[in-house]
């Protein structure tokens, strides 16, 4: 029983000591250098999230704009040739004149 008990406690102050030596040892500028490099890259990040979300919004509303000068051009198009009917013809109380 002690024998398990002492191979369990190495084993434990063995993972402890490996898992603390595999972790690479990193000067405090080179800490600050690389902190400052996550931070540039995440305001990055956020900074194309945001220009996609604009650009989203104004495709958006440029085929909103389309479609209502779409929509302008084809009332005009319904409309000049009732204009132009009207015009060429006299109106029915014109015709009496003496």
């Known amino acids: ?4 008990m002492m191979i369990g406690v ?8 490996f898992a603390e030596g595999s972790q690479p040892r990193v000067e405090g500028s ?3 250098a690389l902190l400052a490099e996550v931070r ?5 990040v956020t900074q ?3 220009a996609g979300i604009r650009t989203q919004v104004l495709v958006a509303r440029l ?4 479609q209502r ?14 204009c132009q009917c009207d015009c060429r013809s006299p109106p029915a109380g014109d015709l009496d004149v003496e």
Do not use: C
């Open 1 to 4: 029983m002690r024998k398990v």
């Open 10 to 17: 190495l084993v434990g102050v063995g993972g402890f000591l």
């Open 30 to 32: 080179t800490a600050d």
């Open 40 to 44: 540039a890259l995440r305001a990055e």
């Open 48 to 50: 194309v999230t945001s």
């Open 63 to 66: 085929q909103l704009q389309e």
């Open 69 to 82: 000068v779409l929509n302008a051009a084809r009332q005009l198009a319904d409309f000049v040739p009732i």
